[in-house]
């Protein structure tokens, strides 16, 4: 797939090129195929600039800068992330700008400033709280959860992670769920809770 998406953008079929990008995304994101995900999205990114699809863009400038996030090049995953957050403020797309300030926030947690990543998930929850989309918001609850118990405030991660949990079961998210009970756990480990 990621051999028929360049040469689908080679041969000028650039939807073919953003709709595999878009498709392997999620399985690129759980497997150790970092190259195939840094391949297909940079492809998929380029074609999408050349189809003029902002929402295809969009999900693959976060695509690549996760990948890029993933590799410690952080520098380049914040400006996919920022590029998307300006076209997702301009289309006006809340969820999607509340996704851009979720990833702004990972790729710096993972910078080692937890203090800045709050901030930028914190205005992510701010966002989704106009958007009726239980999915995501599910997904930035776990996000801020894991930001505060690295910061130790454990009763605040508590209540995220629990908020996060209600609405992965409702969803069904059982791969979701997997992420959010292990920030639990690691939470329940910082209170001293060895039974829960």
Not at 41 to 66: H, I, K, P, Y
Not at 182 to 187: D, F, H, R, Y
Request: hydrophobic share 40%; with cysteine.
């Amino acid at each position: 797939l990621v051999v028929a998406a360049r040469q689908a953008a080679g041969l000028g079929r650039h939807d073919i090129t953003a709709q595999i990008g878009v498709a392997m995304r999620e399985f690129l994101h759980r497997t150790p195929y970092i190259d195939a995900w840094m391949a297909v999205s940079e492809d998929g990114v380029a074609s999408g600039r050349r189809l003029g699809d902002d929402t295809v863009l969009c999900f693959l400038l976060l695509s690549l800068g996760q990948a890029h996030s993933e590799l410690n090049h952080f520098a380049h995953a914040h400006r996919c992330f920022t590029e998307a957050l300006d076209i997702r403020r301009r289309t006006g797309d809340k969820g999607g700008e509340a996704m851009a300030f979720n990833c702004l926030a990972i790729n710096l947690f993972r910078q080692g400033k937890p203090g800045r990543a709050y901030e930028h998930m914190r205005t992510a929850l701010d966002i989704m709280a106009t958007v009726d989309d239980r999915y995501l918001t599910g997904m930035v609850l776990n996000n801020m959860g894991h930001i505060l118990q690295s910061m130790q405030r454990y009763g605040e991660a508590l209540d995220c992670l629990d908020r996060a949990l209600t609405l992965q079961r409702q969803l069904g998210e059982g791969f979701r769920m997997g992420i959010t009970e292990i920030s639990l756990g690691q939470t329940c480990l910082g209170l001293r809770r060895y039974q829960e």
